[in-house]
T-cell receptor, first 115, second 112 residues
Framework: GAGVSQSPSNKVTEKGKDVELRCDPI?????LYWYRQSLGQGLEFLIY????????KSGLPSDRFSAERTGGSVSTLTIQRTQQEDSAVYLC?????????????FGEGSRLTVL | GEDVEQSLFLSVREGDSSVINCTYT??????LYWYKQEPGAGLQLLTY?????DMKQDQRLTVLLNKKDKHLSLRIADTQTGDSAIYFC????????????FGRGTSLIVHP
């Protein structure tokens, strides 16, 4: 498809396990964003990529969270030693360019439940 | 820092107008947006307004911006059941990285 693709759509894991969430942006979009959507908390910014580099990692909540992007395309968000408070929907978005106004195109999200 | 506030819920009758309000704190905001999220879906840009504008109209949607009060509103005329969704207000600044800050979202419920 032509939209932003995220996988898995649902992930249930046990506390303490590591998880990887994948985002495949729209082809040609140089900017990629990860947000977290928790109940009643709105969208919390996590990290932003321009190409393969991440000029802004300020939103990552702890050092258990990391993300990478390879080939200017697919991005992976990794959460190590998951905690129950990590339960949320993780949304990925991409845009044509991150330096000027550009509409963000969102994926449907990966719902993470930590038991 | 940046902060965007919205009321959490709005309930209207089908055919009435809906007005969703948002306040923001960053006076240097350049772009202000309304995104719509339908159940089980990602966010989709509905409309946006540039900070040097006071109003923007697009079919049933009217966006009003009061820069003095840092208040943004979205009016949906003739609200339909298909308009039921979560509406997010967002702001960003031109220059540097473009990272929108989102509000918590307003759940619009339209009753037949």
């Amino acid at each position: 498809g032509a939209g932003v693709s995220q996988s898995p759509s649902n992930k249930v894991t046990e506390k303490g396990k590591d998880v990887e969430l994948r985002c495949d942006p729209i082809s040609g979009h140089t900017a990629l964003y990860w947000y977290r959507q928790s109940l009643g908390q709105g969208l919390e910014f996590l990290i932003y990529f321009q190409g393969n580099s991440a000029p802004d990692k300020s939103g990552l909540p702890s050092d258990r969270f990391s993300a990478e992007r390879t080939g200017g395309s697919v991005s992976t968000l990794t959460i190590q030693r998951t905690q129950q408070e990590d339960s949320a929907v993780y949304l990925c978005a991409s845009s044509f360019s991150g330096n000027v106004f550009g509409e963000l195109f969102f994926g449907e999200g990966s719902r993470l439940t930590v038991l | 820092g940046e902060d965007v506030e919205q009321s959490l819920f709005l309930s209207v009758r089908e055919g009435d107008s809906s007005v969703i309000n948002c306040t923001y704190t960053d006076s240097s905001s350049t772009y202000l947006y309304w995104y719509k999220q339908e159940p089980g879906a990602g966010l989709q840009l509905l409309t946006y307004i540039f900070s040097n504008m006071d109003m923007k109209q697009d079919q049933r949607l009217t966006v009003l911006l009061n820069k003095k009060d840092k208040h943004l509103s979205l009016r949906i005329a003739d609200t339909q059941t298909g308009d039921s969704a979560i509406y997010f207000c967002a702001e960003s600044m031109a220059g540097g990285s473009y990272i929108p800050t989102f509000g918590r979202g307003t759940s619009l419920i339209v009753h037949p």
